[in-house]
């Protein structure tokens, strides 16, 4: 089975966590572009809807979705989202699409997390996947020395500017042992808008979807 076959089967799995009344987070990438997909099948069952991107927000208008904003509904029933690594304890490199401070907001906003993936993603430590960071543009090059005396190596990802006008360093090279500790440090620097570790908010229900099916894990 390829990887979007996989992504699907993930995607299809996501759907039974959303239930009639469902105040939906929708995150953003491959993967969740094919729960999007999927969504005009089962409307009738949600309530609300909250995009992480803007990208995410056009996609669901096409399907005839209204997008709110999370000022308007408060707090989210379930957020779907994929992720660049997951581990068995459901923490996560997101950000890949350079979504992730979104992302966090709706992760933490949201009283589920239902992480989607296709099971080239599980790893047994995040960091081969270079973690990415958002930063203040006037920031970048005091946050990059900063990463650097904590041995990676921060690379500006150049041409991109996220949502929110914010540029993005995918730092190589970590090994990221201890997530939840690595989190907390990075979110100290000052620059640091969003750090791509989601260890602090792990996802709730891990969803691995590969050539034998789906396989679930719970926090
Ligand atoms: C975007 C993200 C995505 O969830 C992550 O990059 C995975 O994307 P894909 O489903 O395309 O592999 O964090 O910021």
């Known amino acids: ?39 005009p099948g089962i409307r009738d069952r949600i309530d609300r809807v909250v ?11 096409q399907q005839g979705f209204e ?28 950000g890949g699409g350079g979504a992730l401070t979104r992302e966090k907001v709706l992760a933490g906003a949201s009283r589920r997390f239902v ?10 430590m995040l960091g081969e996947f270079p973690l990415p960071i958002e930063v203040i543009p006037m920031a970048q090059e005091f946050v990059a020395g900063k990463l650097v005396k904590l041995r990676g190596r921060p690379v500006w990802r150049e041409d991109f500017v996220t949502d929110n006008g914010n540029h993005i360093l995918d730092v190589h090279d970590l090994q990221i042992g201890n997530p939840i500790e690595l989190e907390s440090r ?13 260890a602090q908010r792990p996802a709730d229900v891990l969803l691995i979807a590969g050539d034998g099916g789906v396989r679930e894990l719970r926090a």
């Open 115 to 124: 992480c989607i993936v296709d099971d080239s993603k599980l790893v047994g």
């Open 186 to 198: 990075l979110n100290q620097i000052p620059g640091i808008v969003t750090v791509g570790i989601f």
């Open 1 to 39: 089975m390829d990887a979007n076959a996989k992504k699907r089967l993930a995607a299809e799995a996501s759907l039974e966590f959303i239930t009639p009344g469902t105040t939906l987070g929708v995150g953003t990438g491959s993967t969740v572009n094919q729960l999007v997909d999927l969504l």
């Open 51 to 61: 995009s992480s991107s803007r990208a995410t927000t056009r996609l669901l208008e």
């Open 67 to 94: 997008v709110l904003t999370l000022n308007e509904v408060g707090a989210i029933d379930v957020y779907v989202d994929g992720a660049d690594e997951a581990t068995k304890r459901l923490h996560l490199i997101k």
